[in-house]
């Protein structure tokens, strides 16, 4: 089984600071084959990105991911009051896929 | 509109199977470029993938799971279904269905959630 570890664990930023957050893979993931998620506390979480750079239907160009190999990042460029959250890694090159422990980010 | 809408008991027994049903209206569950599936998530934890099933019935699911969970679609009624038996403690989560993005004839990235279920498993 593939392990995502995500770092840091927690990130804590003002509203318009960069935001880069970090996903290692234990053995090689394609990059068509890794996806962010966000979870707002309380809520379900939802697609940002998907094959590591494409972003999901209605997500601001704000967002940005890369990476291949065992190393991706996802960059927010100007954090916004709803970014806050947290975010979790996935791959899916082998199936049903398993997701990072996720990192949180929060207003400093 | 797509929605996707868990369903099932809130409190089940130890050592009982847990059931849930997820409910899918404004796609249709024969949608060949998707696979639908589970996702759960222990209070205050992470995410954990459970499986998920194509409308032809092939699955698959965790190798840390695989020994206790079914998932199983109906497709004259537009919906898909968990099975996990021998429950414990350690099985109280949320559970989310979700769609999942067919990729190189396995499933994806999940696309869509739905708003989740808490089961808490105690006697």
């Known amino acids: 089984e593939i392990v995502l570890t995500q770092s840091p664990g927690t990130l804590s930023l003002s509203p318009g600071e960069r935001a880069t957050l970090s996903c290692r893979a234990s053995?090689?993931?394609?990059?068509?084959?890794l996806a962010w998620h966000q979870q707002i506390p309380g809520q379900a979480p939802r697609l940002l990105m998907y094959?590591?750079?494409s972003r999901a239907t209605g997500i601001p160009d704000r967002f940005s991911g890369s990476g291949s190999g065992t190393d991706f990042t996802l960059t927010i460029s100007r954090l916004e009051p709803g970014d806050f959250a947290v975010y979790y890694c996935q791959q899916y090159i082998n199936s049903p896929g398993t997701f990072g422990q996720g990192t949180k980010v929060e207003i400093k | 509109q797509l929605q996707l809408k868990e369903s099932g008991p809130g409190l089940v027994k130890p050592s009982e199977a847990l059931s849930l049903t997820c409910s899918v209206s404004?796609?249709?569950?024969?949608?060949?470029?998707?696979?639908w599936g589970w996702i759960r998530q222990p209070p205050g934890e992470g995410l954990e993938l459970i499986g998920s099933v194509y409308y032809s019935g092939s699955t698959f699911y965790s190798p840390s799971l695989t020994s206790r969970v079914t998932i199983s679609v109906d497709t004259s009624n537009n919906y898909f279904s968990l099975k996990l038996t021998s429950v414990t403690a350690a099985d109280t989560a949320v559970y989310y269905c979700?769609?999942?993005?067919?990729?190189?004839?396995?499933?994806?990235?999940?696309?869509?959630w739905g708003q989740g279920t808490l089961v808490t498993v105690s006697s």
């Open positions: 053995q090689s993931v394609d990059s068509n084959f």
């Open positions: 979700a769609r999942f993005r067919k990729y190189y004839n396995s499933p994806g990235w999940p696309d869509f």
């Open positions: 404004g796609d249709s569950i024969r949608n060949a470029n998707y696979y």
């Open positions: 094959a590591a750079s």
